[in-house]
């Protein structure tokens, strides 16, 4: 595991961005987001990610950002690693102290994620995805 009593580490795919959040502030939530530009951002069926102050992350390496507007009208900044595409976080212009963090940085490194809290936009969930037990799901469409 590569944290300390004061960081939790992780990396993009192939190293070249890594990202540091400070051990108060790593987030005690997750939530897993299915809408579609996370689905195409993630090339998955949704995004888990653990929101956090960005005042709290410290990122070593030069994401490139990918800026679009959102069905919601808001502007949203996708970091990725421009070597090997690994999704780093979402920043949202009209929430700016806050990153949505991809959790899947930490799981080289043995970091304990939190459980999904929510799992959002669930109408463009596949048809075989069941919503997690206990876990708060939101139907939005807003595509």
């Known amino acids: 595991m590569t944290s300390t009593a004061d960081k939790v580490r992780g990396a993009c795919n192939c190293g ?4 540091a959040i400070e051990s108060s502030s790593f987030p005690k939530i997750g939530g897993l987001c299915h809408c579609l530009n996370c689905q195409a951002s993630c090339g998955s069926l949704f995004s ?4 956090t102050p960005i005042a709290a992350i410290s990122i070593t390496g030069t994401p490139k950002i990918f800026t679009e507007t959102t069905n919601k009208g808001t502007t949203a900044h996708r970091h990725f690693c ?4 690994s999704p780093i976080m979402t920043t ?11 959790g899947g940085l930490f799981r080289k490194s043995g ?5 999904p809290a929510a799992q959002i936009y669930m109408l463009r969930a596949g048809e075989w995805e069941v919503p997690l037990e206990g876990v708060h799901s939101a139907d ?3 595509e």
């Open 82 to 85: 421009g070597d090997c595409g």
């Open 111 to 115: 970091v304990e994620l939190p459980k």
């Open 16 to 19: 070249a961005i890594n990202v």
């Open 140 to 142: 939005l469409d807003l």
């Open 48 to 51: 888990y990610n653990l929101p």
């Open 92 to 102: 949202v212009v009209e929430k700016p102290e806050t990153a949505y963090v991809k």
